[in-house]
């Protein structure tokens, strides 16, 4: 799977790539676990992280 933040295809992405998800592009990429991701997930999801 992998999903650009702008939908047009030259912004940064979330990839996911085997057990990793990798979220930026270039030289700017983080690499989280699935744990990681999963707890990100979350916190958006129960509200503890609201948009900016």
Do not use: F, Q
């Amino acid at each position: 799977m992998k999903v650009y933040i702008c939908n047009k295809g030259c912004c940064p992405a979330v990839e996911t790539a085997g057990d990793d998800v990798l979220i930026g592009e270039g030289a700017n990429t983080v690499r989280l676990k699935k744990n990681e991701w999963n707890m990100l997930v979350e916190k958006i999801r129960s509200g503890e992280l609201n948009p900016i």
